[in-house]
């Protein structure tokens, strides 16, 4: 029962200690929740339609603004010549036009409570008539999501929404005109090209490749490079987007490094609706009709709905990019742009890392014998030519199946070796050991004496010729070249590995011929 009494007790003492923490809360707050005009209603604190507003002045800390609207335009006042986005600067009007409060304080006099005493943002708007509003915008109240604001001709202080506040913490050059940068896919970049320093890196779409894609550095070495990974690179482009606003006087290039830039050039596609005529007039040439089947065309065009035509049209849009600004991020403007930005740091630096070491593909040879017409492989100064053929299935014996007589033929793809047919799962044993192969290193002008003891060529009909050679190197390596001016180190084993497999594949084979 004592132990009861105690706890009660205790409990007791814990709220009496509650009510006095938010007494002296109440007491230490600011005077809205001691004024007698708290209101759960909210009330208009300021009101004016757009199209009454003629002047606008913005003090943001230590800049100032002022704006002025004429003939239904705005312009900033200090440079009219300044790319003003009408849009905006709308938002901003807009965000003045109809303020409301949820709290009205009347008694009020230490304005430094509310921070109104040195406000953060200090906003003049005039109306048409000339006549002139001051609204001064203090502290923000975390707990209610509200921030204090005054009005001239008025002693009340009001707490409204604290989005009417940041909505007027811009720059200037948060409200200058920004060029559309064209929307991106990953999927339609062809083509990407970065030229600095006067030494040119090329990543896109190469149909002799075995990926599809190619990367060609400076010294016009071409290297296979991975879909998937280039792929990933190319995304970046459909996010590109301008940082800041930075001049639009371009008369002083160098003063921003864009005199003589660095320049990425981007060629994608895009589809298109065209009217159906204008393709067909595009595909003859745009031969000019004239005299009467003009008037023929004109007068069966109407009443009637234009048919349209999806093409794929094809793109570019280059990027200048110039040198860096105290906060590290770049300098830049479109090649056909009429103003200076900034990118940021990251966004530049992801552009321009082009890695080959990264981008290129680490196969080898990466080529489907499904999609080539041709594969001369040359060992031992015996020369093997592998194709694949389409060739109609035999049929049932005559009588046995009726209905086989009538129906279509069938057909299979066979494998065939020198014009002799090899089994089908032999061969993908052993080609599957030429794709799969991997490099190592990449080396440049590598010297090796005598003949390669491997040497295969892809074809492919107006694509894919490309021959590989295989050297011994050294004890660790095979040294492997090809037609592109490639050349890597591939591990030994592996090599062998793929030429003991050649060499069974053709003792079989040469044993199935007898």
Known sequence: MKKQKKGLLAAIVVLVLLIGVYLALRAAAPEEDQSASTEADTKTAFEIKAEDISELSIENGKESYHFSRKEDKWTYTEDENFPLSESQIQNVVSNLTSISAVRELENTENLADYGLDNPEIQVTVTDIEGKETELKFGDINDAVSG??????????????????????????????????????????????????????????????????????????????????????????????????????????????????????????????????????????????DSGENGSEKDEHAQGETEAVKEVTVDKQVVFLIGKQDTEGNYYAKLQDGKYVYTLLQSTVESMLNINPEELVSSLVSDYSFADLDKVTFVRNEQTYAAVKKEVEKEKSPKGKNSEEEDAEPETETKYYLNDKEIDKNLFTTFFSTVTSMEWQEQIKNAQVQGTPEMMITFEKEGGIQNTVEYYPYDTNFYLVKDTKGNETLVNKMKVKEMLDSFDSMIKKWEKGKE
């Open 147 to 288: 921030c204090y604001m005054s009005k001239s001709g008025s002693h009340k202080v009001y707490l409204v929404d604290s989005s009417v506040k940041t909505g007027l913490e811009v720059k200037l050059t948060d409200l200058a005109e920004k060029e559309e940068i064209p929307s991106i896919a990953a999927s339609s970049v062809k083509k990407v090209e970065i030229n600095r320093n006067n030494e040119t890196q090329t990543l896109g779409e190469e149909k002799s490749s075995e990926t599809g894609w190619s990367y060609k550095d400076s010294d016009g070495r071409i290297i296979a490079a991975d879909s998937s990974k280039t792929g990933e690179y190319m995304n970046q482009y459909s996010t590109v987007a301008w940082n800041d606003f930075v001049a639009y006087d371009t008369d002083n290039l160098a003063e921003y490094g864009l005199d003589n830039p660095t320049k990425v050039t981007i060629d994608y596609q895009v589809t298109e609706s065209v009217p159906e005529e204008k393709v067909k007039d595009t595909e003859e040439d745009e031969k000019a």
